[in-house]
């Protein structure tokens, strides 16, 4: 039952709706109410997935009507995951200001043949479901080796000391590591992207 209210697809509507039909035709008011739910249901779950991807759209054009500068600016969007211990609530903790930054591996960067971030560039924070919150800026980019990072650098993230820092992230670049299918060290290159708010839902009340 659960894995039915689950399936919100396209197809699934489609058959619902013809099951709501041959109730109809059938004369069988148990099958149009059965279906008609799971009808409504699907729609409603379809509509709701269509607002959250366009959310970041919104958010960015309410940023942006006074800055004709950065209308067709090229941002990215930026899903924050509450997996794990030290992610709980992270998007609260990102407007309060107690999250301002994310370490990343530079070496997956290269293995992706994607560019580093940089300076000066925009993105818009979303839940995992695509949920837009709010706009940051990068103001500083901090390249720096796993064994090296400091204590300021940990606090971007949310982090009191280095050695939390290190507990909390040693598997995730392990893991990563072992993807990429290169040794982990104190040596891995990382970088530190800090961000500033710019803009949240909240600006909009």
């Known amino acids: 039952m659960k894995g039915i209210f689950k399936t919100t697809g396209i197809l699934s509507i489609g058959v619902w709706l013809v099951f709501f039909i041959a109730g109809i035709v059938l004369a069988r008011p148990l099958i149009c109410a059965i279906s008609g ?4 249901l699907g729609v409603f779950r379809r509509y709701r997935l269509y607002e959250r991807q366009t959310s970041a759209k919104r958010m960015w054009q309410e940023f942006t009507k006074d800055k004709e500068e950065l209308k067709d600016y090229p941002y990215q969007l930026w899903k924050f995951s509450d997996d794990g211990e030290y992610r709980k609530n992270i998007i609260a903790r990102v407007l309060a200001g107690e999250v301002r930054g994310e370490s990343y591996s530079v070496d997956f960067f290269d293995a992706n043949s994607q560019p580093l971030p940089e300076e000066g560039q925009y993105n818009v924070v979303c839940d995992m479901s695509g ?3 709010a706009i940051v800026k990068t103001v500083r980019i901090v390249p720096v080796r796993f064994g090296d990072v400091t204590a300021s650098l940990a606090r971007l993230e949310g982090l009191g ?5 290190k507990r909390f ?4 670049y392990e893991r990563l590591c072992d993807r990429m299918d290169i040794i982990f060290s104190d040596e891995l290159p990382l970088i530190f992207e800090e961000f500033e708010v710019v803009y949240s839902g909240e600006e909009r009340r």
């Open 169 to 172: 992230n040693q598997k995730k």
């Open 161 to 165: 000391t280095v050695s939390q820092w």
């Open 131 to 133: 949920q837009a919150y």
């Open 37 to 40: 739910l799971f009808l409504l």
